[in-house]
């Protein structure tokens, strides 16, 4: 089958299809064959010999964009078996076939039906195939072929990053790189001159010009200045088929701006300035301002001003200010226009940012000359000093002197001052001032203690102009006076230990005074002179502001006493010094034998002696059953009646006993005291029956009256005197008891208890080596013997 084509609408295509014909002519009637074998239709065997190609097929061609009316013819399909009767049927299949491709089916020609795009679709593959149209068999395999689309030039140059907006710096190089611009071309670069785009400058000479083939853009002029024109709006135009005329164009915008350099030096609108200066003017304050002009802008136009000469320099300073680049003139030292009138002042401006290719173009700095006129004010008074310390003692009368302070009017004038004080504090309150004078008084009776400073403020004005005021601060310092006792610095808890040697320290005490340290930092301490020597302790002035309490005994016992107490005199150093009494308290406290205390309440004996608590129960329980033996036996004893004489051989046959030893005078359960009193026991005289008496006794009658008023006492010496003058009673016959104690021996006691107080010669130390269990009692008698307490 053949194809053939009749786009030859141009010299090229014309002979593209007469190849295309020769070549179509010179395969007439081969095959196409695939892997060297052919398959043979209705099942026939396959022949294993080269055939004939069926098929003869190339290229077709359609131009895009078409715009006629009736369909584009596109080629020619044509197969050997056709013999022109109609009998053969051509199908086209593939991409576009039935839509855009349609083929006719007896003579095979192939028509485009709608307008292509070449930009959207390059080339369609499309499967022609030749049948039967009796039996629909295929006569020839099925071919594949191409349709490319043939291009036009219908897609104009676009620039794509446009519009463009770039720096260059001034006073650049010419040709000077600014930027490189790139168009593109939708259309085919392999055919023709459709996407051979060449570049134009259309806007924006003489100043920039641009390459045609690559597109940069480079400066065109000499030393282009900012600062004369800064803005520049570039057009460049890219036109395809290289240029020619009939080619599509497309343009861009370049905004150009040129960039500051340093190339202009600061200058002064004028040579000579004046500036109006009050003398009231505040120190620190600014005056005035004044300005260099700069041409060029940013860090280019900074700069920096001095004073570089003139008779201000010390008066005045000046300062740059970074938003508005002016100079700033500010005052260093109070003005005066009594004392001078005027300044003169010369004043640079300089860059700070120096570009040294354009040196050549002038010194990038400026001078100036800066009149300053000092203005007359009247000006408020003006006190000798700028703030004032005064001192008054504390306690000082109201009306007191403290000070004085002085104002006078510093202008020409010379006006009367007047005085007062800002009662604005309550510290205000506590003086006045003399408005004349300046003399400052107490009015209220101060307490260092209280408020060692007062600070107050004095207040001056005119007499003839009361507006113009000025102040001054004054500090009061309260001077101490000796007019508080020294204290004990805090409460003390003094323990002595039971076992503490005589001269040992037991507390070291120290004192406060609320006065200040020339009047209570020397502090004496002393005991109460006015009580006679303390026998238990005694207090030693350490001449460091403390004193130490030291003991005088050799051992204090809990049991004796518990708490003493001691009068301590503290006495200050002050004019004229102060004292005070304090009373100490002391505890009596049982320690280990390190110092470490024990316990400080009183305790029995035995248990100080060591005894634990079972052993005082098991020592009572064997002194309740031994009471317990003893009440049964005196029970049974009275219970039992015996003779008076004990025996027949015992010759003393008139003893009486009696097994009870009386209770004194409060004892009236073993004697019966009424019967010394009763006058019938003494109305007969007993006489014994052994023996006969050779002498009458002494009358022992007395008249009841008597007897109801005599003196117990005095009645037993009688009774004694009588039985010892009596010969008939012999000392061993008769024995009377008489329920009366009388007064106590002169011999004194002779019972152990409270024996650690009294004098020893013994020496106990060898207690301590004795163990654990003698503990106690080497505390109690091993130390030396203390002094007795008075």
């Known amino acids: 089958m053949r194809i053939t084509s009749t786009c030859c609408i141009c010299p090229v295509l014309v002979c593209l299809c007469f190849v295309q014909r020769c070549y179509g002519a010179a395969h007439h009637g081969s095959i196409k064959v695939t892997r060297n074998q052919t398959k043979h239709i209705e099942g026939e065997t396959e022949v294993h010999h080269r055939p004939k190609r069926g098929w003869v097929w190339n290229q077709f061609f359609v131009l895009e964009e078409h715009m006629g009316p009736d369909p584009q013819y596109v080629g020619k399909l044509h197969s050997n078996s056709d013999k022109g009767d109609g009998s053969v049927k051509y199908i086209l299949t593939g991409e576009g076939a039935g839509t855009i491709f349609i083929i006719?089916?007896?003579?095979?020609?192939?028509?485009?039906?709608?307008?292509?795009?070449?930009?959207?679709?390059?080339?369609?593959?499309?499967?022609?195939?030749?049948?039967?149209?009796?039996?629909?068999?295929?006569?020839?395999?099925?071919?594949?072929?191409?349709?490319?689309?043939?291009?036009?030039?219908?897609?104009?140059?676009?620039?794509?990053?446009?519009?463009?907006?770039?720096?260059?710096?001034?006073?650049?190089?010419?040709?000077?790189?600014?930027?490189?611009?790139?168009?593109?071309?939708?259309?085919?670069?392999?055919?023709?001159?459709?996407?051979?785009?060449?570049?134009?400058?259309?806007?924006?000479?003489?100043?920039?010009?641009?390459?045609?083939?690559?597109?940069?853009?480079?400066?065109?002029?000499?030393?282009?200045?900012?600062?004369?024109?800064?803005?520049?709006?570039?057009?460049?135009?890219?036109?395809?088929?290289?240029?020619?005329?009939?080619?599509?164009?497309?343009?861009?915008?370049?905004?150009?701006?040129?960039?500051?350099?340093?190339?202009?030096?600061?200058?002064?609108?004028?040579?000579?300035?004046?500036?109006?200066?009050?003398?009231?003017?505040?120190?620190?304050?600014?005056?005035?301002?004044?300005?260099a002009n700069d041409a060029d802008t940013g860090s280019n136009a900074d700069m920096k001003y001095t004073i570089i000469n003139g008779d201000g320099s010390g008066v005045f300073s000046i300062s740059t200010d970074k938003e508005t680049r002016e100079g700033i003139l500010s005052l260093k030292k109070p003005l005066n226009y009594e004392k001078k009138k005027s300044y003169t002042l010369n004043i640079e401006g300089a860059n700070t940012h120096l570009d040294f290719r354009f040196s050549h173009l002038g010194p990038f700095k400026d001078v100036t000359m800066l009149k300053v006129i000092v203005g007359d004010v009247d000006e408020p008074p003006l006190f000798t000093m700028p703030s004032y310390v005064m001192e008054v003692y504390e306690n000082a009368k109201i009306g007191t002197p403290v000070g004085t302070v002085t104002a006078h009017d510093p202008d020409a004038a010379n006006s009367l001052v007047r005085y007062f004080i800002d009662h604005n504090t309550e510290e205000d309150r506590y003086f006045t001032i003399d408005a004349s004078t300046g003399t400052i008084k107490t009015a209220k009776i101060f307490d260092r203690e209280e408020t060692p400073w007062y600070n107050i403020t004095v207040a001056a004005s005119e007499i003839d102009n009361p507006r113009l005021v000025s102040h001054v601060p004054v500090g009061v310092r309260i001077l101490d006076v000796n007019d508080n006792p020294p204290e004990l610095a805090r409460d003390y808890d003094i323990v002595v230990c039971e076992n503490t040697k005589p001269g040992q320290v037991i507390q070291t005490i120290t004192a406060t005074d609320k006065d200040n340290s020339a009047n209570g930092a020397r502090f004496h301490f002393s005991l109460d002179e006015g009580l006679s020597l303390n026998p238990n302790f005694t207090l030693r002035n350490n001449e460091d502001n403390t004193a130490s309490i030291l003991t005088r005994r050799r051992r204090y016992s809990r049991t004796t006493q518990d708490i003493y107490y001691l009068p301590v005199l503290i006495s200050d150093g002050g004019v004229p010094p102060l004292s005070s009494s304090s009373t100490l308290t002391i505890r009596v406290c049982a320690c280990e034998r390190d110092g470490r205390v024990r316990t400080c309440h009183a305790e029995a004996f035995l248990s100080s002696a060591g005894l634990s608590t079972g052993a005082l129960i098991a020592i009572l329980l064997c002194v309740v059953i031994l009471l317990a033996i003893v009440v049964l036996f005196i029970t049974l004893r009275r219970s039992k009646k015996?003779?008076?004489?004990?025996?027949?051989?015992?010759?003393?046959?008139?003893?009486?006993?009696?097994?009870?030893?009386?209770?004194?005078?409060?004892?009236?359960?073993?004697?019966?005291?009424?019967?010394?009193?009763?006058?019938?026991?003494?109305e007969e005289l007993k006489y014994r029956r052994d023996v006969r008496p050779e002498v009458k006794p002494l009358s022992r009658h007395h008249p009841s009256s008597s007897l109801d008023s005599i003196d117990v006492q005095e009645f037993i010496k009688q009774r004694l005197a009588e039985a010892d003058l009596d010969p008939s009673v012999p000392p061993y016959d008769s024995l009377q008891t008489y329920a009366y104690e009388g007064h106590r021996s002169e011999a004194g006691s002779i019972s152990s208890l409270d024996s650690a107080t009294t004098h020893s010669d013994q020496d106990y130390n060898y207690l301590g080596d004795w163990g654990p269990e003698f503990k106690k009692l080497a505390e109690l008698y091993g130390e030396i013997e203390s002094e007795r307490t008075t």
Do not use: C, W
């Not at 459709?194 to 030393?223: C, E, M, W």
């Not at 460049?236 to 240029?243: L, N, P, S, V």
């Open 104 to 291: 006719d089916d007896t003579t095979g020609d192939i028509h485009s039906t709608k307008s292509l795009d070449r930009e959207q679709k390059t080339h369609y593959v499309l499967h022609a195939q030749a049948i039967d149209r009796r039996t629909n068999k295929p006569l020839e395999p099925e071919s594949e072929f191409i349709i490319k689309v043939q291009d036009i030039n219908d897609n104009a140059p676009k620039f794509t990053d446009g519009p463009y907006i770039v720096t260059v710096p001034e006073m650049s190089e010419m040709g000077t790189s600014v930027l490189q611009v790139t168009a593109t071309d939708a259309d085919d670069p392999t055919y023709g001159n459709s996407a051979r785009v060449v570049y134009s400058i259309l806007q924006g000479q003489p100043y920039f010009s641009v390459d045609p083939k690559t597109g940069v853009i480079r400066t065109a002029l000499h030393n282009m200045d900012r600062e004369a024109r800064e803005h520049y709006s570039v057009v460049i135009q890219a036109k395809d088929m290289a240029g020619q005329v009939g080619g599509l164009s497309g343009s861009t915008t370049v905004n150009i701006t040129l960039t500051d350099v340093n190339d202009n030096p600061p200058r002064f609108p004028q040579k000579h300035y004046q500036l109006y200066v009050p003398e009231s003017a505040q120190v620190g304050s600014a005056v005035g301002k004044i300005k």
């Open 642 to 682: 015996e003779p008076l004489i004990i025996s027949e051989e015992d010759v003393r046959e008139n003893v009486v006993t009696y097994d009870d030893e009386g209770g004194g005078e409060e004892d009236t359960e073993a004697f019966d005291i009424t019967a010394l009193r009763n006058p019938s026991a003494a």
